[in-house]
C-alpha cells in the first residue's frame, strides 16, 4: 500500500500527513511547494522517515498520472486546490487547478494498472446560501446550488467522480468540509477565526472580517475523516456532507474571551455571512465509514490555543 497526498503542504493536508505516518504508511507528497512549514508545526522530523516529497502542479497531466503509475499508488487523498477568493478572481485558473487537476488524479488511477482508491476534497460551496434552502438541514440528496466559481468546479469534481465509477469502476469519497479551523490553518476567506486564535496568543487586536454563522471544524478530525474514507473498502463514488458545531461569530468571539479571559488582546467579529449554507447532516458519512470523530468545540479550540501557547513559547509563532 503506497499513498500520494496531493496539496500535502496545506492545512488539511499536513495534518493527513501526520495521521498516515502515524500509521506508519508509507506516503508519497505532491505539492507546488517544498517547504513543511506547517507539518513542522505539528510532526517532528524525525517521524518523517515513510515519507517522500515530490514538488510540481496538479494540472500538470503528464507528471501527475506518471506519479500514479510509477510509484505503485494505491490511494490517493487528493487535497491540492486553490480556494474560494483565488477562484473567484481567477475563474480560468482555478478551474485548471482545480477540475483539471482533479480529472488528474481520476485519469492516474485510471491509467495505473492497478486499484487505486480516491478521496478528494469537495467543499460545502457547493451549498448555495442558507436562504436558498428556507434554511433547513442539508442532506447529500438536496440539489447543490454553488453561488461561487470554487463551488461550480467542486460539484463538477463529485460529478467526475461518479462519472469515472460508472465508466471505469473507481471508487472515491468526496468529502465536503464547511470551516477547518486549528494550527496550520492561515489561508483563504474562513481561516480567520484560526488567525483569530493566533493573534489572541500572540497579544495582537483582530477583527474576523466576517459576521453570521459558520460550521467549524477542528481539523484533526477533518484530517482523520479524510483517512479513515481513504482506508475504508466502500465501493461506488460517494459524496458527503462533513458536519461541525455551528456557531455565530459573535458567540465565537464571547467563547475565546472566556476560554482566555487574561488575553490582552481584542478579539471581535464583523463583516458579510459566507454566502454557504451552514446547517449540514452528515449522517450518511458516519454510517457508511466508521469512527468519523468529532471534537466538541471548546475541546477544538482549546487544543488549538494550546497548540499555538506551546509554539509561541518555543519561539515558532511567526
Ligand atoms: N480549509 C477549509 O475550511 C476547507 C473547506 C472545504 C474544502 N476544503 C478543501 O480542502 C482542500 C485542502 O484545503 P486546505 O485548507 O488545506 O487548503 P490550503 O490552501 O492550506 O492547501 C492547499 C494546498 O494545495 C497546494 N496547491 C495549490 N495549488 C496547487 C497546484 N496548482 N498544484 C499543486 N498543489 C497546489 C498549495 O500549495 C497548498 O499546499 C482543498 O481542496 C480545499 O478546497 C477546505
Known sequence: MRVLVTGAQGCIGAWVVRGLLARGLDVLIYDLIPEAARLDLITDPTARRNLRVTTGAIEDSATVKGLIKD???????????????????????????????????????????????????????????????????????????????????????????????????????????????????????????????????LGKDYQIPLGGFMDLQYVEDVAESFIRCLLAPVQGAHVFNLAGDVIHMDELVNTLRSLRPNATAQISAAGPQVPVAYR???????AAVPDIPKTPLDQGLRATLELYEKLHAEGRLA
Open 71 to 201: 510509484e505503485g499508488i494505491t490511494h490517493v487523498c487528493h487535497l491540492a486546490a486553490v480556494l474560494m477568493p483565488f477562484c473567484q478572481a481567477n475563474p480560468i485558473q482555478g478551474g485548471l487547478i482545480n477540475v483539471i487537476g482533479t480529472l488528474n488524479v481520476f485519469e492516474g488511477a485510471r491509467d495505473a494498472g492497478r486499484d487505486v482508491r480516491i478521496t478528494y476534497a469537495s467543499s460545502s460551496a457547493v451549498w448555495g446560501p442558507e436562504d436558498a434552502y428556507l434554511a433547513h438541514t442539508l442532506s447529500e440528496n438536496e440539489p447543490t446550488k454553488p453561488a461561487t466559481h470554487y463551488g461550480v468546479f467542486k460539484a463538477a469534481n463529485e460529478g467526475n467522480a461518479r462519472i469515472f465509477y460508472a465508466t471505469n469502476g473507481i471508487s472515491s469519497i468526496g468529502l465536503r468540509p464547511w470551516t477547518v479551523y486549528g494550527v496550520g490553518r492561515d489561508f483563504g476567506l474562513t481561516a480567520s477565526p484560526t488567525i483569530a486564535m493566533k493573534n489572541l496568543v
Open 280 to 286: 449540514m447532516d452528515d449522517s450518511a458519512l458516519r
